[in-house]
């Protein structure tokens, strides 16, 4: 198996997204594991976990990750957004032990100000209570390097590394790499020298076993930009060099990809990318 996939829809249940992945020829699937523009999801029945672990079994897909809502800040300052991120995260690590998902992706949060420093000591702080509260996810947390648009953490290998390091639980974290974000925030990765200083800089930062996903997306944006704006692969600032270095790089052959490209109306873009993804895998 490639191992390639997409971020696909739940609408109408989690477990249609199980269909659709199939439909639109992924071999793994990241999903929201309820509604993305709300605080609080729906939880989930014994009936609904059943059913996504049969379909997901009877399916052929390879894994399913799921990624967690964009209004969580673990990075906040006390307060009402923190609170009601924690609670978020909570359902989350929840619904994600009852589906049988054991891979969370997560934007690390923003300081909104209050200094770099300061918000990765609160990411460290959130994690250790979520851990501890929610002993049944038994999985692993990716964190997401970002764009470094704002007052956003995670937009250097060394965010990621304190993060981890800086955590009572450092083994339950991995991390989820995006070209996009990775070439927004300033990592060349455009020619095969600058693609390997960037894994050397991440290897040398993390480890190259903490690489436990990736997101390929292209960038709208050039390199540094610290904008975050995917774009159709090969149709942005990055080209079709980088896909073909990840996706040929014996390192990675294990590791599940996932575009998370525009969708327009429909999923069919998702088989066009996946499509020119696999055409650069060489035999």
């Known amino acids: 198996m490639d191992l390639l996939g997409a971020h696909v829809s739940i609408a109408g249940g989690i477990h249609n997204a199980i269909d659709r992945g199939v439909s639109s020829g992924c071999s793994v699937i990241q999903v929201f594991t309820q509604n993305a523009n709300q605080w609080r999801g729906k939880a989930v029945s014994d009936q609904d976990a059943a059913l996504f672990r049969e379909k997901f079994a009877a399916s052929g897909l390879a894994d399913v990750v799921s990624h967690d809502i964009y209004l969580i800040n673990l990075a906040a300052a006390p307060g009402e957004v923190l609170d009601k991120s924690l609670i978020a995260f909570r359902d989350e690590l929840e619904r994600c032990a009852r589906l049988g998902i054991d891979k969370i992706v997560m934007h690390p949060g923003s300081h909104n100000g209050d200094g770099e420093e300061v918000g990765i000591r609160r990411v460290c702080e959130a994690f250790d209570i979520l851990f501890s509260q929610v002993p049944q996810f038994?999985?692993?947390?990716?964190?997401?390097?970002?764009?470094?648009?704002?007052?956003?953490?995670?937009?250097?290998?060394?965010?990621?590394?304190?993060?981890i390091e800086g955590s009572s639980y450092p083994t339950r974290f991995g991390v989820c790499f995006d070209t996009c974000h990775a070439f927004a925030s300033g990592y060349e990765l455009t020619h095969r020298d600058g693609y390997q200083r960037t894994f050397e800089a991440f290897d040398d930062a993390l480890g190259i076993s903490r690489l436990m996903s990736f997101h390929l997306n292209d960038s709208k944006k050039g390199l540094g930009c610290?904008?975050?704006?995917?774009?159709?692969?090969?149709?942005?600032?990055?080209?079709?060099?980088?896909?073909?270095?990840?996706?040929?790089?014996?390192?990675?052959?294990?590791?599940?990809?996932?575009?998370?490209?525009?969708?327009?109306?429909?999923?069919?873009?998702?088989?066009?990318?996946?499509?020119?993804?696999r055409s650069l895998v060489e035999e």
């Open 138 to 163: 038994t999985g692993k947390v990716l964190l997401e390097n970002t764009a470094g648009q704002g007052s956003n953490l995670g937009y250097t290998f060394d965010h990621l590394k304190a993060i």
């Open 226 to 277: 610290k904008v975050d704006r995917h774009e159709h692969i090969g149709a942005g600032t990055l080209g079709l060099e980088p896909f073909r270095f990840i996706l040929n790089d014996p390192h990675f052959k294990q590791i599940p990809k996932f575009i998370e490209t525009p969708k327009g109306d429909s999923d069919e873009m998702d088989a066009v990318n996946l499509k020119l993804l």
